[in-house]
């Protein structure tokens, strides 16, 4: 994934706690037993800069801290005496010369839950998948598929996998982390975010989520952030094949999966001037009315980035519709992104589900003839008496222009009700930017009469659903760099 913040200062204070390390100045202390097999490995160093904010200072920023962090569980930092006898979760003023050449507060971050937590929320079915783990490996070795009785090779690895997962989930039901808001959320409550997709072992354990989860306890404000590997140069102990010194971005299979919920923002690409997010479903745009409607795209942003001006939004998506949304953290930079979009300048594509079989679909723009692809030109107006609903006039309305194309007629599954359906897969590209443009040329008589799955306003939406409509690509020219930039994320059903 995309590093959330700059790396540059955090960078520095990694090779300085690095060096350290090699001159004995800090020392990683073993918290487990040594494995052969894992003895002299390599990990990550992590570094999270960050500062309270103050009233009483001109440019509202108070104390400074330096987090530190190791990946994994089995070792951690320890800041050591001049006799090398007594070890310090947090520099004392009275020790700092020893350690690194710091001028603020240094506190190294524990692992979110011990080894020895885990190692008891292993026990309850450590001995059972042992067993079957023989049995499994004895009837793969003699190429026997039943070993008598009811048991089957195919019945014991699933027994296996049961008892796998179950012991996956008591030890995630240990993790709990601090959200950019200041809120608890556990990491069971993540894993419902991914309809029950259980993470990989180790999940929490990376140097991100340890350093972001203290520092919004503390209610840091977070100035850089930056994890780099040391040690474990061979390829036997550094099987990934890092260089040791070098910066390296929160990984995509355990970091990728629970720092969007963190920090409420999953970020594509984030540099000083513009910011590139993947919304996710049910969050707004921008603030609505009422007290209950703040928390949005733009407000999460102006909370993780405090100099982004106070409108940094140039476009948006409906409140149900995931997908790619380009901010402007700066005013200069909001000015020219906001004149590509008035001038069509930007390029979307989205992807949806229809709730049916397009070919059979009934709408004036519906497919003649087993067509794939074409355009549709419809005009739209808000309904006064229904609002947000849009409605088809043709004498009123403001012209949308939507072009399509065929991807799939495929099954789709119920995450919740595991009904099944036929439903229509299918990309958009928007030439205007109209209220409701993609929903209505989908459920519209005057378009394909044919909604998106779990459309609320224009179709029907079942328990577990959501709406079926996701913003995939979005391109333009950087405002400051003039480089084009294209950004693509997949789409999440």
């Known amino acids: 994934m995309f590093p959330p913040f700059s790396q540059e200062t955090a960078h520095s204070y990694c090779l300085k706690i690095i060096k350290a390390i090699d001159d004995g100045r800090i020392v ?9 097999e894992r003895e002299g490995q390599g990990l990550m160093v992590g570094c999270l800069v960050g500062w309270k904010p103050a009233d009483d200072v001109a440019d509202g920023k108070g104390k400074r801290f330096i987090l530190l962090a190791v990946s994994g569980i089995s070792r951690q930092l320890k800041f050591i005496d001049d ?23 240094i506190i190294i971050v524990p692992p979110i839950v011990s080894n020895e937590a885990i190692n008891f929320a292993l026990e309850k079915n450590d001995r059972e998948i042992h067993v079957l783990t023989e049995k499994i490996n004895s009837l793969k070795m003699n190429k026997i598929n039943s070993p008598g009785g009811n048991e089957t090779l195919e019945s014991l690895l699933k027994k296996r996998e049961e008892l796998t997962d179950e012991s996956l989930r008591n030890v995630f039901a240990l993790y709990n982390f601090t959200r950019f808001d200041g809120k608890k959320i556990t990491l069971n409550e993540i894993i419902s975010e991914h309809y029950s997709r259980l993470p990989p072992t180790g999940t929490g354990d990376c140097c991100a989520p340890k350093l972001l989860s203290y520092a919004f306890a503390q209610v840091l404000q977070i100035e ?3 994890e780099v590997y040391y040690g474990g140069n061979t390829p036997e ?15 995509d299979e355990r970091c990728g999966y629970i720092l969007p919920s963190i920090l409420g923002l999953e970020i594509i690409y984030q540099d000083s001037d513009i910011i590139v997010v993947n919304k ?13 409607k703040q928390d949005c795209i733009v407000s999460r942003v102006r909370r993780l980035f405090p100099g982004c001006i106070e409108q940094p939004s140039v476009h948006r998506l409906d409140m149900e519709t995931s997908g790619l949304m380009v901010l402007g953290l700066t005013q200069a930079a909001h000015d020219k992104l906001n004149a590509q979009f008035e001038n069509r300048l930007v390029q979307k594509k989205y992807e949806a589900l229809l709730d049916g079989v397009l070919f059979k679909a009934d709408g004036l723009n519906a497919p003649k003839n087993n067509e794939r692809t074409g ?9 006064v008496d229904n609002r947000p609903h849009q409605i088809y ?15 799939n007629i495929e099954t789709y599954r119920n995450p919740v009700t595991g009904r099944q359906k036929t439903v229509t897969r299918i990309s958009f590209i928007p030439h205007t930017g109209r209220t409701h443009q993609l929903r209505l040329a989908s459920s519209d008589s005057h378009g394909f009469h044919l909604p998106i799955v779990g459309d609320t306003l224009y179709g029907t939406c079942e328990p577990g659903e959501r709406l079926m409509l996701h913003a995939c690509s979005l391109s333009f020219t950087h405002p400051t760099t003039g480089e084009k930039l294209e950004f693509y994320s997949k789409s999440p059903f």
């Open 375 to 383: 355009t549709m030109s419809l005009k739209f107006r808000l309904d």
């Open 83 to 105: 006799d090398k006898k007594v070890l310090f979760d947090i520099i004392p003023d009275e020790y700092k010369a020893l350690s690194v050449d710091f001028d603020c507060e």
């Open 224 to 226: 850089s952030m930056d």
């Open 28 to 36: 990683l202390e073993r918290l487990t037993a040594v494995s052969e």
């Open 237 to 251: 102990k550094n099987p990934a094949g890092k260089e040791s010194g070098k910066s390296y971005a929160p990984c």
């Open 280 to 292: 996710q479903s049910g969050l707004l745009s921008v603030p609505g009315r009422g007290e209950e």
């Open 393 to 407: 006039d043709e004498e009123y309305g403001k012209l949308g222009i939507t072009e399509w194309a065929l991807e």
